[in-house]
């Protein structure tokens, strides 16, 4: 099996399913209880939160543990909001973000909030000129993501960051799901910052929200005031140990991992450059683990499904938008044509991946994608 579709998920890392399931099965007690069962369980936990800030790469800090990235980006967004809708209502954020962050702007939209989407250039990157230009005196919460999930076009980030700090008193929040681990991240400029840990050979059902310190949030869930009164609801002991040892993991192997990504997006890259059927579509700056390419002779559920009858599995599009048969928003804002977008796949790989599986990718792209278009115009 040739798996290349590491932006929708990741294998868990084998180590990472080896400390989940060792904490669920001998440090089962609540966190919360006040016997030394619950206590051993609360100080697994507070280990592991540490970890994690150590890790971020992200100073003064907190970490508020979630249950992913679309629970992350809904509480940075909602919460900043509505606690400082007192000093303006005015928002920004970018056209091309993941639907967990644009769909809580459209709401915050039916709430009275003012929210601006700043347009992006072919290669999926904003201007810093516009953005200076859109921030006013009531703009309190930016959202930029740090790379795009169907693109992998990259965001200049820290200087976004401190062209918000200088010039008004806006919050700065990145999802930065799809950069963590992948290429080199500098989120001294973030106020707030979130991470998904299944995409970076984690578990499921486990995400954090980095905080600055300071920084109050309205939460999302309320009840026993776990997490400080930022989350409550029992915490996630299993998960969030394998969350540190999937974060502990990835920053250690980022140095070689980020390299054999860059080959292999040459070499796909290459590649796809020699097949005529094929148009590439991510900018030659992109995030090395992601590569979108349109075949638009042929449909891109056509080439996926063709390709999986070849033990080859890549997607269409963002999987958390795919199935709902909606046009690219992110290549549409690219000003990608509607004939390139029908035939748009996106190729996503992770740090586990080896040059044998692109070559062999390469084999089989040319096994039954060729073929198809036979008689096609």
Known sequence: MIYLDNSATTKPHSEVVSSYIKVNEQYYANPSSNHTFGEQASSLFNRAKKQCEELIGMPDSRVIFTSGGTESNNLAIKGIAYTRAGAGKHLITTEIEHPSVLEVFKNLEKDGFDVTYLPVDRD?????????????????????MYVNNETGSIQPIHEAGE????????????????AFGKIKTDFRSLDLMTLSAHKFHGMKGSGLLAVKNGIQLAPEMLGGGQQE????????????????KAMRLTVEGQLAASENLKKYHI??????????????ISPERAAPHILSVSVP????????????????????SSACSSKLNKKSHVLTACRVSDRAIRGAVRISMSTMQSAEDIQEFMTRWQEVIPPLLKGVK
Do not use: C, W
């Open 297 to 316: 002779g042929l449909t891109g559920e056509v080439v996926v499904h063709a390709l999986a009858q070849k033990d080859v599995y890549i997607t269409t």
């Open 267 to 280: 070499m796909l890259r290459d590649f796809f450059t020699h097949q005529a059927e094929v148009t590439l």
């Open 163 to 178: 062209l918000i700090h200088s010039y008004s008193q806006a919050l700065f929040h990145s999802d930065a799901v799809q």
């Open 124 to 144: 999926g990157v904003i201007s810093l000129e516009n953005l200076k230009n859109e921030l006013r005196s009531d703009t309190i919460l930016v959202s930029i």
């Open 229 to 244: 009164g930022d989350r409550s609801g029992t915490v996630n002991t299993p998960g969030t140990v394998a969350l540190a």
